[in-house]
T-cell receptor, first 113, second 114 residues
């Protein structure tokens, strides 16, 4: 049983398109996150939701919009994709935040052409 | 402001060598947690350990050990008798200032050759 699962694993799309990445966790955690990892492996927090409420909204273009329909899901929708959006996007979850370990999905490699 | 530094960008060792990965975390907080994660070539992020700043005793798990020294703000990770399967990027990760998410160091790429 996969604890944190993301779909799709790979996503290749053209500039200007809109795409979504889905994330689900079956750990019963109350906090979920989206991270972006660039080509140099640098991991940056994008968003965090606790009990479906937005906790963190880092400096991210408003083309990125997270949606949390329930505690087990946090989807990421991206409008008007740009070349610079190419990266690996990781979903994660934790019980509480900050002082607790986060468990990560396998990542979604987004390539914008 | 807090700052996490992994000064070693890349390390290469031969199997069975011991290797230590350094992490320095500068913060005004007196108590905090630090985490280590591993990212093997397959790409997933694997949680390794969480330590509290109160606890400066070495933590040992098999070939892995962690040494936390609050006086130098360092949380180092040692792999004893390294193996090829240890080849990965290793990240040190403290919580952000607000304590609402983990922030990650730039990572250290470890390559273990046979």
């Amino acid at each position: 049983d996969t604890a944190v699962s993301q779909t799709p694993k790979y996503l290749v799309t053209q500039m200007g398109n809109d795409k979504s990445i889905k994330c689900e966790q079956n750990l019963g955690h109350d906090t979920m996150y989206w991270y972006k990892q660039d080509s140099k492996k640098f991991l940056k927090i994008m968003f965090s939701y606790n009990n479906k409420e937005l906790i963190i909204n880092e400096t991210v273009p408003n083309r990125f919009s997270p949606k949390s329909p329930d505690k087990a899901h946090l989807n990421l929708h991206i409008n008007s994709l740009e070349l610079g959006d190419s990266a690996v996007y990781f979903c994660a979850s934790s019980q509480g935040w900050g002082a607790t370990e986060a468990f990560f999905g396998q990542g979604t490699r987004l390539t914008v052409v | 402001a807090q700052k996490v530094t992994q000064a070693q960008t890349e390390i290469s060792v031969v199997e069975k060598e011991d290797v230590t990965l350094d992490c320095v975390y500068e913060t005004r907080d007196t108590t905090y947690y630090l985490f280590w994660y591993k990212q093997p070539p397959s790409g997933e992020l694997v949680f390794l350990i969480r330590r509290n700043s109160f606890d400066e005793q070495n933590e040992i798990s098999g070939r892995y050990s962690w040494n936390f020294q609050k006086s130098t703000s360092s949380f180092n990770f040692t792999i004893t008798a390294s193996q090829v399967v240890d080849s990965a990027v290793y990240f040190c990760a403290p919580p952000n200032q607000a304590g609402t998410a983990l922030i990650f160091g730039k990572g250290t790429t470890l390559s273990v050759s046979s």
